[in-house]
């Protein structure tokens, strides 16, 4: 009976008449003795026959209820003036009219005499109780209702946090303020498009990454290469960086921008090779698009045709960044924008934010089912998939990566000079080895340059490791590994190959030097 009877009272004060006349009348047929029910009853409905067939029975069960006795007086006075009383010329909840019956005393405190009125419920209230709103003072229970109402905009158990986002933006300005310090550091040391600048300050680096300095993968997302890119990464921080944080919270965000930034890092190093560099913080935004398409994807049913534009531009932006960077129109690292976009949606689909209202007490609170706190196994195994990938990384390119290992045969090839330009000669599929004598920390330069064929060179460490590569890709028929910094001493060894497995007549070059600074 009491269940019905507050659910009754809270459909009223939403709004929902007609489910709170329902649950009323329930109450009333379970047990027509209930007073309380009746009064409720004759609050909520419009024919004035029936509220005064239900105040009548109010005052029947209850013959000192002031309230019913009260309103029906109020009643009996609007009829014998002639004119036909309207539902609205009673409160919902019926109150003690002033005039008729003296001083107004609090709802919520029957001791305080008052002269306010909440003006929505018209029940009267004391300077304790009253709320100031825009249009007015209300009662606490009123403020509560239109809240209520405004959150139940979305059918569920779950509340939607897009309308009314949990957290304010303080991670998004922290990342880019970060970001731009260390660019304008970059700067004053020679320039953020410097080769040796970007790789002291901690550029995903694969050779040194090779050498256990994997916290280059972490460094790696604050830097940039050049004015251009800075611009770019930052626009995509301020066009889903402050949304994403605002909606997920500030300990989500965080986290998944920062493990989506590591997986993107680690794709680039184990996809590409270590045979070149990379730097920004692409693959971390990335990641935050893949939350974006995540929350919109579970709420693709709440948020309708505004959820579905905004899953397909997330989708549109991912394929014109891919076609972009294949095309080679703007130079960019899909590996790491794709390995970051996966990691940001796996991520954060089973973080997206599920709140809801707590009504098991007086005072609301705003519970959340899907807080980081209860989804601590998602970072964890994160972490635990970094390190194995990181792992399984290092060791296939340590062994020889997509070359293998040990050194095919040596047809063709020899000895190579500091300086000297080599001609070779290759049949197809089998390359030629030319070894060379270098000394730990000195800088080393290959060239492979061919009119016939698709050029391609690898360098292996005196103990047939696995060091750098570079292909030509089919373009200008050119590969280069550059500035390289030898890590020992020792004999090292080229291997000249065709990628494309055609014969073909090439060039080799090697040039060395003593210090980074010197190399070309």
């Given at each position: 009976m009491?269940?019905?009877?507050?659910?009754?009272?809270?459909?009223?004060?939403?709004?929902?008449?007609?489910?709170?006349?329902r649950?009323?009348?329930?109450?009333?047929?379970?047990?027509?003795?209930?007073?309380?029910?009746w009064?409720?009853l004759?609050?909520v409905?419009?024919?004035?026959a029936e509220?005064k067939?239900?105040?009548d029975?109010v005052?029947a069960?209850?013959?000192?209820n002031?309230?019913?006795?009260?309103?029906?007086?109020?009643?009996e006075k609007?009829?014998?003036?002639?004119r036909p009383?309207t539902a609205?010329?009673f409160?919902?909840n019926?109150?003690?009219?002033?005039a008729?019956?003296?001083?107004?005393?609090?709802y919520?405190?029957?001791?305080?005499?008052?002269?306010?009125?909440?003006?929505?419920?018209?029940?009267?209230?004391?300077?304790?109780c009253?709320?100031?709103?825009p249009?007015?003072?209300?009662?606490?229970e009123?403020?509560?209702?239109?809240?209520?109402r405004?959150?139940?905009?979305?059918?569920g158990?779950?509340?939607n946090?897009?309308?009314?986002?949990p957290?304010?933006p303080?991670?998004?300005y922290?990342?880019?303020?970060?970001?731009?310090?260390?660019?304008?550091a970059?700067?004053?040391a020679?320039g953020?498009?410097?080769?040796?600048?970007?790789?002291?300050f901690g550029?995903?680096?694969?050779?040194?990454?090779l050498?256990?300095?994997?916290?280059?993968l972490f460094?790696s997302?604050?830097?940039?290469?050049?004015?251009?890119h800075l611009?770019f990464?930052?626009?995509?921080l301020?066009?889903f960086?402050?949304?994403?944080e605002?909606l997920?919270g500030?300990?989500?965000?965080?986290?998944v921008?920062?493990l989506?930034g590591?997986?993107?890092?680690l794709?680039s190093?184990?996809?590409?090779?270590?045979?070149?560099?990379?730097?920004g913080?692409?693959?971390a935004?990335?990641g935050?698009?893949?939350?974006?398409?995540?929350f919109f994807?579970f709420?693709?049913?709440?948020?309708?045709e505004?959820?579905?534009?905004?899953?397909?531009?997330?989708?549109?932006?991912?394929?014109?960044?891919?076609?972009?960077?294949?095309s080679g129109?703007?130079?960019?690292?899909?590996?790491?924008?794709l390995?970051?976009?996966?990691?940001?949606?796996?991520?954060?689909?089973?973080?997206?934010?599920?709140?809801r209202?707590?009504?098991s007490?007086?005072?609301?609170?705003?519970?959340?089912r899907?807080?980081?706190?209860?989804?601590?196994w998602?970072?964890?195994?994160?972490l635990?998939?970094?390190?194995?990938?990181?792992?399984l990384?290092?060791?296939f390119?340590?062994?020889?990566?997509w070359w293998g290992?040990?050194l095919p045969g040596q047809?063709?090839?020899?000895?190579i000079?500091?300086?000297?330009?080599?001609e070779?000669q290759?049949a197809g599929e089998v390359g030629?080895l030319?070894?060379?004598?270098?000394?730990?920390?000195q800088?080393?330069t290959i060239?492979?340059?061919?009119?016939?064929?698709?050029?391609?060179i690898?360098l292996?460490?005196?103990?047939?490791?696995y060091l750098?590569?570079?292909?030509?890709?089919?373009g200008?028929?050119n590969?280069?590994i550059?500035?390289?910094?030898l890590?020992v001493s020792g004999?090292?060894?080229?291997?000249?190959?065709?990628?494309?497995?055609?014969?073909?007549?090439y060039?080799?070059?090697?040039?060395?030097?003593?210090t980074?600074?010197?190399?070309?």
């Amino acid at each position: 009976m009491s269940d019905k009877l507050q659910q009754g009272r809270t459909a009223a004060r939403v709004g929902d008449t007609a489910e709170a006349r329902r649950l009323f009348s329930e109450a009333t047929q379970e047990d027509p003795t209930n007073a309380a029910a009746w009064l409720e009853l004759a609050g909520v409905v419009e024919n004035l026959a029936e509220k005064k067939t239900y105040l009548d029975r109010v005052v029947a069960l209850e013959p000192e209820n002031a309230s019913a006795r009260a309103t029906l007086a109020l009643l009996e006075k609007k009829t014998a003036d002639g004119r036909p009383p309207t539902a609205d010329a009673f409160p919902t909840n019926p109150a003690v009219d002033e005039a008729e019956t003296g001083p107004l005393f609090c709802y919520q405190h029957p001791k305080v005499e008052t002269s306010l009125r909440c003006n929505r419920c018209n029940r009267p209230i004391c300077a304790k109780c009253a709320q100031r709103t825009p249009v007015g003072f209300r009662c606490s229970e009123c403020v509560l209702a239109i809240e209520d109402r405004y959150y139940s905009q979305v059918q569920g158990d779950y509340l939607n946090p897009y309308d009314r986002p949990p957290a304010k933006p303080l991670f998004t300005y922290i990342l880019m303020g970060a970001i731009g310090l260390v660019w304008l550091a970059q700067e004053l040391a020679g320039g953020s498009t410097d080769d040796e600048v970007l790789i002291k300050f901690g550029a995903n680096y694969g050779p040194f990454i090779l050498q256990g300095e994997v916290w280059r993968l972490f460094t790696s997302m604050f830097l940039h290469i050049g004015v251009q890119h800075l611009v770019f990464n930052f626009i995509g921080l301020i066009a889903f960086g402050f949304e994403m944080e605002r909606l997920y919270g500030r300990a989500r965000f965080i986290t998944v921008y920062l493990l989506a930034g590591l997986f993107g890092s680690l794709a680039s190093f184990a996809l590409r090779g270590p045979m070149t560099y990379s730097a920004g913080a692409s693959g971390a935004i990335f990641g935050v698009v893949g939350m974006q398409l995540a929350f919109f994807l579970f709420y693709r049913q709440r948020l309708g045709e505004f959820g579905r534009r905004q899953r397909n531009t997330a989708l549109i932006l991912i394929g014109v960044s891919l076609l972009l960077g294949c095309s080679g129109l703007m130079p960019a690292d899909n590996y790491a924008h794709l390995g970051g976009f996966l990691a940001g949606f796996v991520l954060g689909y089973p973080l997206v934010p599920r709140y809801r209202i707590d009504t098991s007490n007086s005072r609301r609170r705003i519970q959340d089912r899907a807080s980081l706190l209860r989804r601590w196994w998602m970072p964890v195994l994160s972490l635990a998939a970094l390190v194995s990938g990181i792992w399984l990384a290092v060791s296939f390119w340590a062994a020889g990566g997509w070359w293998g290992t040990p050194l095919p045969g040596q047809p063709g090839g020899g000895a190579i000079a500091y300086g000297q330009t080599v001609e070779g000669q290759l049949a197809g599929e089998v390359g030629d080895l030319w070894q060379f004598e270098g000394e730990a920390g000195q800088v080393v330069t290959i060239t492979m340059q061919s009119d016939e064929l698709d050029a391609a060179i690898g360098l292996f460490d005196p103990d047939d490791e696995y060091l750098a590569e570079d292909d030509d890709g089919g373009g200008d028929d050119n590969a280069r590994i550059d500035a390289y910094v030898l890590p020992v001493s020792g004999l090292y060894t080229i291997y000249a190959v065709s990628s494309d497995e055609q014969p073909g007549l090439y060039n080799l070059t090697l040039k060395l030097e003593d210090t980074l600074e010197q190399a070309p």
